[in-house]
């Protein structure tokens, strides 16, 4: 069982920057794949933005490639998502994911944090 805790969502203006955060419990967090997806808006189906495996590969969706960048600390079970140059089409719920694959989401899931892009 993993449970996921996000933080770092918030209210940016356009061109800005946040870095969100996701730790995780659990004591072999570094053999996890782990993404970032969102969700815009409610019960649109949730979209990856980026994925990282256990041994550092990394994928991101077109639209954010050169803006954020998905990074891990495995001593600290933390993954994290720098987003920077943010647009109002950013604008989501990011949910942290675990166990899956640079394909698809795994089984775990945190509860989101809003992410709102607006001047």
């Known amino acids: 069982q993993v449970q996921l805790v996000e933080s770092g969502g918030g209210l940016v203006q356009p061109g800005g920057s946040l870095r969100l955060s996701c730790v995780a419990s659990g004591r072999i967090f570094r053999v996890y794949h782990m993404g970032w997806y969102r969700q815009a808006p409610p019960g649109k189906q949730r979209e990856l933005v980026a994925?990282?495996?256990?041994?550092?590969?990394?994928k991101y969706r077109d639209s954010v490639k050169g803006r954020f960048t998905i990074s891990r600390d495995n001593a600290k079970n933390t993954v994290y998502l720098e987003m920077s140059s943010l647009k109002p089409e950013d604008t989501a719920v990011y949910y942290c994911n675990a166990d899956g694959s640079l394909d698809r989401p795994g089984a775990y899931w945190g509860p989101g944090t809003q992410v709102t892009v607006s001047s």
């Open positions: 994925g990282i495996s256990s041994g550092g590969l990394t």
